[in-house]
């Protein structure tokens, strides 16, 4: 994991790239700076993230901070 200094502009992509996979576009990944990349997810998780019932561990992986 990479150390990330203010994880605010990815968190504010990831509410932006939910909020279009909620409206029904594709969205085949969130940004995940921590981890160097982005990461793929699959309909299921974005949909449970964009509804606010995702798990700890997939909510945690969106928005590590150190």
């Not at 995940?32 to 699959?42: E, K, N, R, V």
């Not at 309909?43 to 997939?58: K, S, Y």
Request: a positive charge; aromatic letters at 2%; one cysteine or more.
């Amino acid at each position: 994991m990479l150390p990330v200094a203010d994880p605010t502009p990815s968190a504010r992509l990831n509410r932006h790239l939910l909020a279009l996979h909620a409206q029904g576009h594709a969205t085949p990944a969130l940004a995940c700076p921590a981890l160097g990349s982005g990461l793929a997810f699959g309909r299921d998780d974005l949909d449970a993230l964009a509804a606010g019932r995702a798990g700890r561990d997939l909510r945690h992986l969106t928005v590590t901070r150190h």
